[in-house]
């Protein structure tokens, strides 16, 4: 193993570990000791942003073929350390098993499509009236990335390969809860797929670090996933700042089930959209909204898939959910069910345990005036509310300020289509799950879930570059 238990990890920057004075331990799951892992400050935090920069500007001479031809290489590497990679993931993040290998699968994926990158970067020719003009994509500089806990590992690896494909150097600030899994391993990636080490720098720490990152003049776009208060005083400074910024926030996304849906795959699906990874997922299911003639038979089928999910520590047993990241989530999640019964709502599975290692909950009898409806859990808590016909469900969801994702469930191609035109979301599924995206599809938010921007696609390259216009008079 290159990092195992009890490894020591220093901020990595300049191509280099690098001591600090400030050391944090990372416990996992079980409370276990896994590493010690030291904290940057806000000087060293500029002081490796201004070593990417240097490191940026050879990188950036290189052609955009050449480039992509080299990360390529990223999958491999990632696949050659994915036992490791899996045992971080389960450890120190508390994914399952099967999480935590869809993880790694999916961050090669991401590699795989940035790899593909180039013609949308390379120079394109045309002619106006009497001008030759050319359009080349020029990258940014230095692209500060900050990642939550909740998808470490992908999260990080969807910004970084099309930042480096595009020509760009990258400074990342992890979780502090999942500094490892979340960047520290990264460069041990980059090592083994013959990239230069100094594009990445790694910068574990808190708030003020996470400022310099938004504010240093090096850098050109910082890309944030995370809450969206956070994500409001990140796009602030960014703005101040002038800098491009890509904003993926909160959600409270509606799963939408009418009378004519398959109710068992609704159900199904209902179940992964929200308590896969402990609904600690930015696109799971927020809002169970069920129509009448099929609320009983939807509710029995979901309570009944959900009561079945095998919740333990995943470093150790074969199970459907592991734990909530930390006590703070705990208290949060277990509140928000707490006040949202005493307000009223049903009870259909329970109990509410106070436990990192908490069961599913499924609240019936859900209304407007209950947490559970207004706040985001991003926890193993669902609420059900029914609804009468498809005018009813399009009042109750116009009044929501999210708009990251929906599933919506029915057999009929017009209804589907009248709902997905309706809602302001930026994805719309149909008998679907809500938690599911790829590389080559744009991942974007609306309102309080984002400011618009695409974390994949082609469209993500508005985040990387600067489109340069050169123009040549022939008359």
Request: hydrophobic content about 45%; overall charge negative.
């Amino acid at each position: 193993m290159t990092a195992g238990v009890g490894t020591e990890f220093g901020v990595f920057a300049d191509g280099a570990w690098q001591r600090t004075t400030e050391r944090r331990e990372i416990h996992g799951v079980a409370g276990e000791r896994l590493a010690t892992v030291a904290i940057a400050d806000s000087a060293q935090a500029a002081s490796g942003i201004a070593a990417s920069a240097q490191h940026q500007r050879r990188w950036g001479e290189v052609s955009a073929q050449e480039r992509c031809a080299a990360i390529a290489g990223l999958e491999r590497a990632i696949e050659a350390h994915r036992e490791e990679l899996v045992f971080w993931l389960t450890r120190e993040a508390g994914a399952t098993r099967a999480k935590a290998e869809r993880e790694v699968a999916a961050a090669k994926a991401e590699v795989r499509f940035a790899a593909t990158l180039a013609p949308y970067i390379e120079r394109t020719v045309s002619t106006s009236g009497d001008r030759d003009q050319s359009v080349d994509l020029r990258p940014v500089g230095v692209v500060s990335v900050i990642t939550p806990f909740n998808a470490p590992l992908v999260l990080a690896m969807r910004c970084l390969a099309p930042a480096l494909a595009a020509g760009n150097s990258v400074v990342l600030k992890p979780d502090p809860r999942t500094p490892v899994s979340g960047g520290l391993l990264l460069p041990y990636i980059l090592r083994a797929a013959g990239l230069p080490s100094g594009l990445l720098t790694v910068l574990p720490g808190d708030a003020a670090v996470g400022e310099v990152l938004c504010e240093h003049p090096a850098v050109g776009s910082v890309l944030f996933t995370g809450s969206t208060p956070v994500g409001r005083r990140v796009g602030a400074l960014a703005g101040a700042n002038l800098k491009k910024c890509g904003l993926e926030l909160g959600g409270k996304n509606p799963f939408i089930v009418f009378a004519d849906a398959d109710v068992e795959h609704a159900a199904a699906c209902a179940v992964r959209s929200g308590f896969l990874h402990s609904g600690q997922i930015c696109m799971a299911a927020g809002r169970y909204l069920v129509e009448e003639q099929v609320l009983d038979d939807f509710s029995a089928a979901f309570v009944d898939r959900a009561a079945r999910l095998i919740v333990g520590d995943p470093a150790v047993d074969d199970v459907d959910m592991g734990p909530l990241i930390d006590e703070s989530s705990v208290d949060r999640v277990a509140t928000i069910a707490e006040e949202s019964i005493l307000a009223g709502a049903e009870l259909l599975l329970g109990p509410v345990i106070r436990s990192r290692f908490m069961r599913p909950v499924v609240l019936g009898g859900v209304d407007a005036s209950m947490p559970i409806w207004n706040q985001e859990v991003f926890g193993p808590v669902a609420g059900i509310r029914s609804f009468a016909g498809i005018s009813q469900l399009l009042e109750f969801e116009a009044r929501s300020p999210f708009g990251l994702v929906a599933s919506v469930h029915t057999s009929s191609t017009d209804t589907a289509a009248a709902v997905a035109n309706s809602l302001r979301c930026g994805t719309v599924r149909v008998n679907d799950v809500t938690n599911h995206d790829a590389p080559d599809t744009p991942m974007t938010g609306w309102g309080e879930s984002g400011n618009g921007t695409a974390f994949g696609s082609p469209h993500m390259l508005n985040l990387l570059t600067n489109p340069r216009l050169e123009t040549r008079w022939t008359g």
